[in-house]
């Protein structure tokens, strides 16, 4: 059914059939309620195509995922939890999400034009952001509603929220250097992205304020994931001084860990100490109970919702400042982060 038998079937013209769907003002309550009624008796629905045609808008938020660093395809419910909370925050105002993963060893940037060229979203949500990222000033530049799940080098002005990973390596560290360890390895993220940078930079300072002079033998860049966990520890273990504590900033690098210590007929929480990033249900089996940390997903995803609609609503004289946000998280104390 169309808009133009619906309002044949009901006797009114279509600009009043349409104002009552639009919830417009200058139709009256009774009419609106009779207009709606019909509209879910009859089994009509808006023609999506035409209103985007006529507002220049699509009714949804794109969220793009990449295969190269975020981690969806290797079991990680970080985003799965995340995008609940994103679509919870939209969906109270008739917005929808999208997600939209560009293809293994796809530029980034040419990913992002390809959409935008198309019109597909009305505004997006960044992931993944590089230390470099040229996505950034793409948007600015044609002032596309954003927001970016975490930093980046530049120096403009842009909407952002990331997660506090200055506070988070300065509590693992101080944790494990009164502990008595002066050899700490790092797992983090490849030195293109942000955080990357963030962390390594972060893990020096509190080596460096602990009299230890850093060694870059212990710092590895990689996935995070649980294969680069597994082998990174691996390669570690083999240094002729070894470790004997380990940062690991990935989701579930530290169930890879784990496995290579046992492996070596290291005990974690007793031979090695280990910290994780975040208590992801793909850490919680791990024994000894991992030392790590926590965030509100859910609370997140809303964040970074009210965040794009802040985006989407501003321009003009009364435009809002954009959202830029560091996102605490707390530290669970588990026994891993013990030594004997």
Request: glycine share 8%.
């Amino acid at each position: 059914m169309d808009i133009r038998t619906l309002a044949s079937h009901l006797g009114l013209s279509i600009g009043t059939v349409s104002r009552a769907l639009n919830d417009r003002k200058d139709v009256s309550p009774a009419t609106r309620q009779r207009v709606i009624e019909a509209a879910a008796t009859l089994g009509y629905t808006p023609n999506q195509s035409g209103r985007t045609l006529r507002s220049g808008r699509t009714g949804t938020i794109g969220f793009m995922l990449t295969l190269e660093h975020d981690s969806a395809i290797h079991g990680d419910p970080f985003f799965m939890a995340l995008l609940e909370g994103v679509q919870s925050g939209l969906s109270a105002h008739d917005l929808d999400l999208i997600v939209l993963l560009a293809r293994k060893g796809e530029d980034g940037l040419t990913f992002l034009r390809r959409h935008v060229s198309r019109g597909t979203v009305d505004g997006w949500l960044l992931s993944a952001t590089q230390y470099d990222d040229q996505r950034i000033a793409f948007l600015l530049d044609r002032n596309i509603p954003f927001v970016a799940l975490g930093r980046t080098s530049t120096a403009r002005d842009y909407a952002w929220i990331d997660l506090d990973f200055e506070r988070v390596v300065e509590e693992a560290m101080a944790l494990l250097i009164s502990a008595g360890h002066r050899r700490i390895g790092l797992v983090a993220p490849p030195a293109t992205i942000n955080n990357s940078h963030i962390v390594v930079e972060c893990y020096r300072a509190a080596l460096k304020a602990a009299g230890i002079e850093p060694n870059p033998a212990l710092i590895h860049n990689g996935a995070t994931d649980e294969s680069d966990g597994e082998a990174t520890v691996r390669e570690l273990m083999t240094l002729k001084d070894r470790p004997s504590a380990l940062l690991l900033m990935g989701e579930t690098a530290p169930v890879g860990a784990y496995r290579a210590l046992r492996d070596l007929e290291l005990q974690p929480g007793c031979d090695v100490a280990v910290i994780g990033l975040r208590d992801n249900p793909a850490c919680r089996a791990l024994s000894p109970d991992l030392t790590c940390f926590t965030l509100d997903l859910n609370e997140l995803g809303l964040a970074l919702a009210q965040g794009v609609l802040a985006t989407l609503a501003g321009g003009g004289e009364n435009a809002l400042e954009p959202t830029q946000k560091l996102w605490s998280m707390t530290l669970r104390l588990g026994t891993s982060h013990l030594s004997a």
